[in-house]
């Protein structure tokens, strides 16, 4: 059955030649670090996606419901802008932030 999939996904993708592909070029005397320091996390902007939130929708890989979220939205808020504004500011993604359900589906 592994087989039959795998010829299947196989045929339908094209193989592109890496050969060809254009070098990136990025900003002569600028880092991505200095670009992101650039960027300062508002409460506000934490604050709007949290509220954004479909309260409906299942929770993620770290079993925190959205409804729960919102609700719990006015303590958690600073923590998250000091969270998510030290990720910027080092240039890195705490690990479980990597994590997430992917469902394949059907078109």
Request: glycine share 6%; hydrophobic share 40%; aromatic share 8%.
């Given at each position: 059955m592994a087989e039959q999939i795998n010829t299947y996904f196989g045929s339908?993708?094209?193989?592109e030649d890496?050969?060809?592909?254009?070098e990136m070029l990025g900003n002569a005397g600028f880092s991505e670090r200095e670009?992101?320091?650039e960027i300062n996390i508002r409460r506000e902007m934490v604050l709007g996606k949290l509220m954004g939130l479909k309260a409906d929708k299942s929770p993620g890989p770290d079993n925190l419901h959205p409804k729960v979220l919102k609700e719990v939205v006015l303590e958690i808020m600073d923590a998250l802008v000091v969270i998510f504004?030290?990720?910027i500011d080092s240039g890195?993604?705490?690990?479980?932030w990597r994590v997430a359900y992917v469902t394949p589906?059907?078109?």
């Amino acid at each position: 059955m592994a087989e039959q999939i795998n010829t299947y996904f196989g045929s339908v993708f094209t193989n592109e030649d890496t050969n060809q592909i254009p070098e990136m070029l990025g900003n002569a005397g600028f880092s991505e670090r200095e670009e992101l320091k650039e960027i300062n996390i508002r409460r506000e902007m934490v604050l709007g996606k949290l509220m954004g939130l479909k309260a409906d929708k299942s929770p993620g890989p770290d079993n925190l419901h959205p409804k729960v979220l919102k609700e719990v939205v006015l303590e958690i808020m600073d923590a998250l802008v000091v969270i998510f504004q030290d990720s910027i500011d080092s240039g890195t993604v705490p690990a479980d932030w990597r994590v997430a359900y992917v469902t394949p589906l059907f078109k």
